[in-house]
């Protein structure tokens, strides 16, 4: 990590400035070399200086450098970033110039990466770093930028000192039996506070599958028999045409995705092969694939036809699918409605748009998303989420042992592992394989 | 010529001794002062929680604490019986005066071992290689190896108030020079402190106040070879006792006239074992602090006041002890005192004892920094097998921290170094499961067996154990309860729940509430007691023995990450520059090792892991 590097900070692609980052030792005699303007070896740091780049004696693009110096920077290397003007061709220029002068290219995360081990951000930090970058909502950004403030990492810290002060009295019962001035902790003060540290961890999982909403978006599957109008219903509510629609059963094979942004929610509409007995084999395929999206889906929009009653196949797709997650949409209300249905359902069609809005109103509403919590400080990816379940069942298997009758002492080996746990998410316990893993899911730049 | 000399005949020293000359080593145990050969300077007790299962892993390898303690002590306890076996832990009050006259016929009965009278002021060292010791009286004294075991009394002061005096324990001499010349050739001093209580005499206590502390109804040994010749119903009579406001107020009163607080001490005392001033102002909350009375010997009338150690005038004392119920008229018949004395650092000594700067130095007990007599014993039994080892050109005999308490005191002491006398505690061992009072024998027997500590008759003891061991595991898997009247009754009886169906012994006995005991209702188990224990917890625990079996694998496997030693940390860039420079002192050998040093963080950790990876293609 003796090596400065360099990457283009901003995205690449036409805009009207583009950011190259240089961070590293080097990052000021570096930069000095292409630069032309004040002596940036000598300006305070954390101010910003007007100049050129030069090949040479060849201008490449006039300039804003923004000098920061260690250790108040985001790598806490010294940092030198070039405003440029736009332009693949110019910024890749100017990328070039600084590799020819003795800069690495960064590697995927490397900027972050460098954050992490120079002390400047906890593990949960550096992650969401990767989140903010692949946002792909409002939400997601908040989501993302307040595990960035450590917010995350406090809560997880807090829930360890609880633990850690449970087993420290303990240990002091087993060292010193004798004294009477401690509290002897036992079994029945011992397993309401384990229940309730289980109780917020469970909370915090629960919550993180709201942080999935965020971060990845709600996958929405439209699914019904052949020729009802799901693809239409699709069309509209994505409102372009991304959908083949045909009057012909079974001309939707492939799963067709679109995305909507509902109250700062990416939703993704995924209209599925119409589900039926079928020996097309191609049609087959589609069928399948239908029923995993179903599985895999936060919410399946039934699509019945209005005009028809209501076959085999349609109580067949009705009783597969969970009431949780289930939304039934009567389609083709403009005809003569010939259904009876029991259950509560939405009635529209795609002419007239009726029933649309309430349609995505019952999305909002099923996975009351009107109520998740604006704090948002959840576990954000699946390595936080996994080891927050080791760490959930850890203290399951305490609270067990302490009902089947075991000593306090011998229970205290699942208690120690789900501290571990929870160490190991904000990065304060070692784990060989971490780092690695880790970084290779940073995006470049950052 | 020697092959190994000794310094020291405290717990350490005999230790050392013992082991070296056991081993075929010629040995000489050079002690200032032959009647204080292990002498319990401070408390009347041996074992404890964590120390007594060091005494029985020191048992277990060869050592001689055990079985020593076993025949001069008049009261033995097992505490925490009411927790899980894990923390199970003997403790016996040894007799003052027996305890090392024991020892001395021991030690006396080794041929290769011969004790001598002298205090040592200097070594002899060339390039770096120790070559013998320089007494007092200029008389130099040549051997291979030398072993100190000098306790505290390197540059000893004794303090009492704010008189200091040049002194060891009981006014005995103290060594002047021995630890400037180590710092000359190399090694690093620190000072620490300890402290003992006050002693009283027994016919000026009133005990009636005083609630009464029992030794346990049913025999116990430390030893794995000897039974009980103890008299159950003879044990002596410990009593509990508390402090008061008054005594709070006195020493508040007093508390500048305190070595301790009266700024007369430069060494650093132990966390673990607080004076009575320490506890009163460090805890003004608590209304009282808890005192033990222990008799010291049988043959004496002074008891020791547990609890109470001090650094106060004698005046004060004197007003201190009064104020405590039952110790009104006390006769105080030696003052409590604190003393300092020097100590080498911990981090410049490998995992075999052996000194990293000076070749062939081990060092062992208190002058490596650590309190207690079991500590003391274990290390002196560690620094003569290794000592003894490395003479037989064997590789050193070093213990896991899922090995041994053994394992992790060493592993400590010169890992994380000291900072306050070093104490062995339950907590510090993360595989306490694993290493329990029950089972030191099946654990480290066989290692004793190998150095050539244990008998070949002890040996086959432990095979035949194992065999027992696993015949039973064996029987009680294919044997079966079949559910009659007469044996649901039995169950119904005391309440417990009826199989619904014939179960195995094995299967019943998994439930916590039944024992070999209760199941002795219904089949005679042909077994010893020590077997059916054994069984019974294997079954009883076999979820959390096992997870801890697969926690110690986890650990091995990094503890199997061999650090080079030639590695140079100053080129590793982005270490935290603490990190940087404990690792360069302490070197250790592998990156699970390096995790435990305190101030090395996870990080640094990692990029230590990062660059081996890089620099040495390590998996």
């Given amino acids: 990590m003796e090596d400065t590097i360099c990457a283009i900070a901003s995205s690449l692609g036409v805009g009207a400035i583009s950011i190259i980052r240089v961070s590293g030792k080097k990052a000021l005699d570096i930069v000095s070399k292409i630069f032309k303007g004040t002596n940036l070896k000598e300006v305070k740091s954390h101010t910003i200086h007007y100049g050129f780049i030069c090949d040479k004696d060849e201008v490449i693009d006039e300039v804003l450098v923004m000098v920061m110096r260690n250790p108040k920077t985001y790598t806490k290397e010294d940092i030198v970033e070039i405003n440029a003007h736009g332009g693949i061709n110019t910024t890749n220029k100017i990328l070039e110039l600084l590799l020819e002068s003795g800069c690495r290219l960064a590697e995927p995360g490397e900027f972050t990466k460098r954050a992490f081990l120079n002390g400047r951000i906890d593990l949960t930090q550096a992650e969401s770093v990767n989140d903010l970058i692949n946002s792909t909502s409002s939400r997601a950004r908040n989501l993302a930028l307040n595990n960035l403030k450590g917010t995350l990492a406090k809560k997880i810290k807090s829930l360890r000192k609880e633990i850690v002060d449970i087993l420290a009295n303990i240990e002091v019962n087993i060292d010193y039996p004798e004294y009477d001035d401690v509290l002897v902790i036992t079994e029945d003060i011992l397993l309401p506070k384990l229940k309730d540290i289980l109780n917020k961890i469970n909370k915090m999982l629960n919550d993180s599958k709201n942080s999935k909403f965020i971060k990845e978006g709600i996958n929405v599957a439209i699914v019904g028999r052949p020729n009802v109008g799901k693809s239409s219903i699709l069309n509209k509510l994505l409102d372009e045409d991304k959908a083949i629609v045909t009057n012909i059963a079974g001309t939707t094979r492939d799963i067709v995705e679109g995305s909507i942004n509902l109250n700062g929610f990416l939703i993704n509409f995924i209209d599925t092969a119409g589900i039926r007995k079928t020996d097309d084999k191609v049609e087959k395929i589609g069928v399948n694939k239908s029923k995993k999206v179903i599985k895999d889906a936060d919410i399946v929009i039934v699509v019945l036809n209005g005009h028809e009653k209501l076959t085999y196949d349609d109580e067949k797709i009705l009783k597969s699918i969970p009431n949780h997650k289930k939304i039934i949409f009567i389609n083709k209300s403009d005809l003569k409605l010939k259904i009876n249905l029991p259950n509560k359902y939405i009635l529209g069609n795609t002419y007239s748009e009726e029933g649309l809005d309430s349609l995505k109103q019952e999305i909002i509403n099923k996975l009351n998303l009107e109520n998740i919590s604006k704090d948002m400080t959840y576990l954000s990816n699946v390595r936080q989420i996994d080891l927050l379940k080791k760490a959930s069942k850890s203290l399951k298997d305490a609270i067990k042992g302490l009902e089947d009758g075991l000593p306090v002492d011998m229970v205290l080996i699942d208690v120690k592992s789900a501290y571990d746990n929870l160490g190991e998410i904000t990065g304060d316990i070692y784990k060989d394989e971490l780092l690695d893993t880790l970084f290779s899911n940073f995006c470049l730049g950052k | ?619």
Avoid at chain 2, 13 to 40: Q, R, V, Y
Avoid at chain 2, 531 to 543: A, H, M, N, P, R
């Fill in chain 2, 1 to 619: 010529m020697y092959d190994v000399i000794v310094v020291g005949g405290g717990h350490a020293g005999c230790e050392a001794s013992n082991a070296s000359s056991k081993m075929g080593m010629k040995t000489l145990l050079l002690t200032m002062n032959k009647n204080n050969i292990a002498d319990m300077p401070c408390n009347p007790s041996i074992g404890g929680t964590a120390k007594g299962i060091i005494v029985r892993e020191i048992d277990a390898l060869g050592g001689l604490m055990g079985i020593v303690a076993d025949k001069s002590h008049f009261q033995i306890k097992m505490l925490n019986n009411s927790k899980g076996p894990a923390v199970r832990s003997l403790r016996c009050q040894a007799d003052k005066r027996v305890y090392p006259k024991v020892m001395l016929e021991y030690l006396e009965s080794n041929n290769n071992l011969e004790i001598k009278e002298g205090l040592v002021e200097d070594l002899i060292v060339e390039d770096n290689k120790v070559k013998g010791i320089v007494l007092a009286n200029g008389e130099k004294i040549f051997s291979k190896i030398v072993i100190l075991t000098t306790g505290t009394y390197l540059k000893a002061n004794v303090l009492v108030g704010s008189k200091s005096t040049p002194s060891g324990p009981h006014g005995e001499g103290r060594s002047n020079n021995l630890s400037d010349n180590l710092k000359k050739y190399g090694l690093d001093i620190l000072r620490l402190k300890t402290g003992t209580p006050p002693r009283i005499e027994k016919d000026s206590i009133d005990f009636s106040c005083m609630s009464e502390e029992l030794g346990d109804d049913i025999p116990l040994t430390f030893s794995h070879d000897i039974k009980p010749i103890y008299d159950i119903n003879k044990q002596q009579k410990c009593y509990l006792l508390y402090t008061n406001d008054k005594t709070h107020e006195i020493i508040r009163k007093h508390l500048k006239e305190s070595s301790m607080y009266g700024g007369y001490v430069t060494g650093v005392g132990p966390r673990y074992c607080p004076s009575i001033e320490d506890k009163v102002v460090r805890f003004s909350d608590k209304e009282r602090h808890q005192l033990f009375l222990e008799p010291e010997s049988i043959y004496y009338d002074e008891w020791y006041l547990q609890g109470f150690s001090t650094s106060m005038p004698i005046d004060v004392q004197e007003e201190m002890v009064h104020s405590l119920k039952g110790l009104e008229h006390a006769k105080i018949t030696k003052y409590a005192y604190a003393i300092e004395y020097d100590a080498v650092s911990s981090l410049q000594i490998k995992p075999s004892l052996e000194n990293k700067v000076i070749e062939n130095l081990f060092t062992a007990g208190q002058i490596n920094g650590t309190s207690g007599y079991e500590e003391a014993a274990a290390q002196g039994l560690m620094a003569g097998i290794n000592a003894s080892l490395k003479l037989q050109g064997k590789d050193a005999l070093i213990l896991l921290r899922s090995d041994a308490y053994i394992g992790v005191l060493i592993d400590d002491l010169v890992t994380k170094g000291v900072t306050d006398p070093y104490r062995m505690l339950t907590s510090r061992a993360e595989f306490r499961l694993l290493l329990r009072h029950d089972n030191a024998d099946l654990r480290l027997r066989e290692k004793g067996y190998e150095v050539g500590l244990i008998s070949e008759e002890q040996y086959q003891r432990l095979l035949n154990k194992k065999a027992m061991i696993k015949k039973l595991l064996e029987d009680v898997k294919t044997q079966k309860l079949v559910i009659t009247s007469d044996v649901k009754k039995c169950f119904e009886d005391i309440n417990f729940e009826v199989p619904k169906k014939t179960m195995t012994y094995e299967e019943l006995l998994k439930r916590p509430e039944i024992t070999f005991k209760f199941l002795s209702n219904f089949h005679n188990f042909l077994y010893d007691e020590e077997i059916l224990e054994q069984v019974e917890i294997l079954l009883k625990y076999s979820g959390y023995i096992n997870k801890a079996y697969k926690e110690a694998d986890k650990l091995q496997k990094i503890e199997e990450k061999q650090i080079p030693d030639d590695i140079d940390y100053s080129k590793i860039k982005n270490l935290a520059s603490e990190a940087r420079q404990k690792l360069s002192e302490i070197r250790p050998r592998t990156i699970a090792q390096a995790s435990r040093i305190s101030g090395v963080n996870p990080v640094d950790i990692s990029i230590l892991a990062i660059y081996l990876k890089k620099e040495y293609n390590h998996e």
